[in-house]
């Protein structure tokens, strides 16, 4: 279940930086791109709770889900800024991108 989820963040962090990359240069990020970033995050999400209910699992399972959850609350947070018509403030952008790659490469660590 872990090398899928890791998978589906990896392809949603791929639409985060185009999006990142956008929203630096003072542009909007395309509104289904960021949907499609949203909906591969909450896949992700799911596959470690599933992961996570199945018991057994090593502790930076949950450190890692921890900080994804972290880092999808901060992206409903940029979402808000979106739906007002506004960017956001860049160093948001950069601390919700900067927890999501904690937990991603926490989680990849135990493949390694």
């Known amino acids: 279940m ?3 989820a890791l998978i589906v963040f990896a392809i949603g962090a791929l639409g985060g930086l185009v999006m990142a990359a956008r929203v630096l240069r003072g542009q909007f990020a395309p509104w289904a ?10 896949t ?13 699992t090593p502790q930076r399972v949950l450190v890692g889900f921890g900080l994804l959850v ?11 800024f979106h739906l007002r018509r506004s960017l956001p403030p860049k160093a948001i952008v950069l601390a919700h991108a900067g927890v999501a790659v904690a937990g991603f490469l926490t989680l990849l660590s135990l493949l390694f």
């Open 70 to 80: 972290l880092a999808a609350l901060g992206g409903f947070f940029l979402a808000s």
């Open 33 to 42: 791109l960021s949907l499609l970033h949203a909906g591969l995050g909450a």
């Open 44 to 56: 992700g999400l799911v596959l470690l709770i599933v992961l996570l209910m199945q018991g057994n």
């Open 2 to 4: 872990l090398p899928y």
